[in-house]
């Protein structure tokens, strides 16, 4: 099964919470037992798991990213925006990817687990697709 979730982001960076859309859409399949592969196809978004319980936690993890790769000029390649190549670095560091154990028909996530979607050069329309597979 394969389907397309449709997000908007609303700021230049952001940590979207998308375990709610993507629970859904495992329920709507039926299945009960499989993976679900949560992919990014973009090039300055990405996809984590990590805490959700503390909004600290978020704000922690951007900032310490920012540290590590700040938003700046002097990148050698510029797309559209200055954030462009810094959300290029992030992306390959943070990675685009996540597989979700599927059991009993719930995503098996530690207790205070997430799935996020995080922005690196937004405000944008951007897409996640989950390839929910029985077994």
């Known amino acids: 099964m394969f389907i397309t979730l449709n997000l908007k982001t609303e700021r230049r960076q952001e940590l979207q919470l998308i375990t709610g859309p993507v629970q859904t ?3 709507q399949t039926g299945i009960k ?7 990014c196809p973009h ?7 990590n805490s959700y319980l503390d909004p600290a936690t978020l704000a922690d993890l951007q900032a310490e990213l920012d540290r590590l790769i700040p938003t700046r000029v002097d990148f050698q390649h510029i797309f559209d925006t200055p954030s462009d190549a810094a959300g290029h670095i992030k992306a390959s560091l ?19 687990q997430g799935i996020f979607f995080w922005e690196y050069d937004g405000p ?12």
């Open 25 to 27: 859409a495992i329920t």
């Open 33 to 39: 037992e499989g993976l679900c592969l949560i992919y």
């Open 43 to 49: 090039t300055t978004a990405g996809i984590t798991a």
């Open 94 to 112: 943070i990675g685009n990817q996540f597989t979700a154990i599927i059991h009993e028909g719930r995503l098996a996530l530690g207790e205070s």
């Open 124 to 135: 944008r329309s951007r897409k996640v697709y989950l390839k929910i597979v029985e077994g």
